[in-house]
């Protein structure tokens, strides 16, 4: 799932209590495994709420500062993309910054 205003985040602008309210049940209920969001400049991945991983990919052209919350599992203020591998039996996200260097990577099973 894509979304702007990420559900769930430490960054500069934080989470949109919004999006958390409206999406989040929708999310859990449907057996939603990842959400992917912008908005903020950084690079964030939680740990799973209700059965879901929110990861925050805002940072490709410059990094604000980001930081922790009790959900958080990695958070780095780094210029950096993720990548997403599609499996039929999980998902592995790596995260890679301008010089080309895996900073995160995680696995989703199904």
Known sequence: MLVHAPPHSSGYQGSNQDVRDALSPIFAQHGVQLVLSGHEHDYERSVPIDGVTYVVSG????????GTEDYTAYAAATPSFVEVNVFADRLVLRVVDHDARMFDEAVIAR
């Open 59 to 66: 940072a490709a052209a410059a990094a604000r500062r980001t």
